[in-house]
């Protein structure tokens, strides 16, 4: 097994930071951003403060032909994966592990479409409450990052290293042997939660103690546990009461990432959560009334932003 030395990664938002910022304190050498000109001024020069710490992050421009990394995290909003996969080319080799902690469940496949298949890890982030504001970024809990290959009956070399940065760094994670149900699972609590989220304006209080709210958030969910059946990776209603249980242990006062999207007037990933649902309700003749509304609201938030 190959110990993992050299560490990149994209996307400094709320889970890149928090993650990035505890690899950083473990190897500051060989850790660094790949970002333009104007993101590497700013995380190297001014810093990002994160629960009250200042971290300055070491940057490399994307067009800068460096030494291939070991490890590519990929921590970006969906609609920049295609700009993503450009800017990690020059930093690419042989033996790059490449560990998309996104949201949804197509980006590794898209990232293994250009790199190989046999490059990428599948990755999810579940419970952590990390909130970025203009000033820093807040995390109260730093929840588990859930990886490794399409089936970890037992663990490949690639999982292993891994596994032993993510020891060596504090950073709590599981893998699961079927990866496939995982991700889906934490997309059926996206498009619950990040989306009902969003439109109510509300925080994780309100889900805790709002009954009608947390209702209209399972009615969500529900609509992916049917497409999940024929998808075939089999979510059950159980599903949800494991996801009651993390909710209940996020800061009261955490937003999900939407909420904190549409709040900053930043586009949001809604096509890549109701609008994948509403597609695939229409292959599988399924019908996804919750999520259709939702994608019409939360596009109407968007343009509201823009133009209002």
């Avoid at 399972?218 to 999940?228: N, R």
């Avoid at 993390?246 to 990432?257: E, R, V, W």
Wanted: hydrophobic share 40%.
């Amino acid at each position: 097994m190959k110990e993992i030395k050299k560490i990149a990664i994209v996307g400094l938002g709320a889970i890149g930071a928090i993650y990035g910022s505890k690899l950083l304190e473990i190897n500051p050498d060989n850790f660094k951003v790949i970002a333009n000109e104007a993101r590497a001024a700013k995380y190297s020069k001014e810093g990002l403060k994160i629960n009250g710490k200042t971290y300055y992050f070491n940057c490399v421009d994307p067009k800068e032909k460096t030494e291939a990394a070991d490890l590519i995290i990929v921590a970006v909003k969906h609609h920049h994966l295609p700009q993503t996969i450009k800017d990690i080319k020059n930093h690419v080799g042989p033996e790059t592990i490449i560990l998309s902690l996104m949201n949804g469940i197509s980006s590794e496949e898209i990232l293994g479409e250009e790199y190989g298949m046999e490059k990428v890890m599948y990755g999810i982030c579940v419970g952590i409450d990390a909130v970025r504001t203009a000033a820093e970024i807040q995390c109260s809990t730093m929840g588990v990052i859930h990886f490794g290959e399409k089936v970890n009956k037992t663990y490949s070399d690639r999982v292993e290293g891994v596994k032993q940065l993510f020891e060596k760094a504090g950073i709590s994670y599981n893998i699961p042997e079927d990866i496939m149900r995982a991700l889906w699972w934490k997309f059926m609590v996206n498009v619950g939660i990040n989306q009902t989220s969003a439109v109510l304006k509300a925080p994780y209080k309100v889900f805790q103690e709002v009954k009608e709210a947390n209702e209209l958030m399972m009615a969500t969910m529900k609509e992916v546990i049917a497409l999940s059946k024929k998808e075939r990776t089999n979510l059950k209603d159980e599903d949800l009461d494991s996801f009651r249980d993390i909710l209940n242990k996020l800061a009261p006062d955490g937003k999900t990432s939407m909420l904190q999207d549409i709040e900053a007037g930043r586009k949001t990933e809604v096509e890549m959560f109701a609008g994948t649902i509403c597609e695939l309700g229409k292959k599988h003749g399924i019908e996804t009334p919750m999520n259709e509304a939702l994608l019409k609201m939360i596009q109407t938030l968007e343009k509201m932003n823009e133009k209002y």
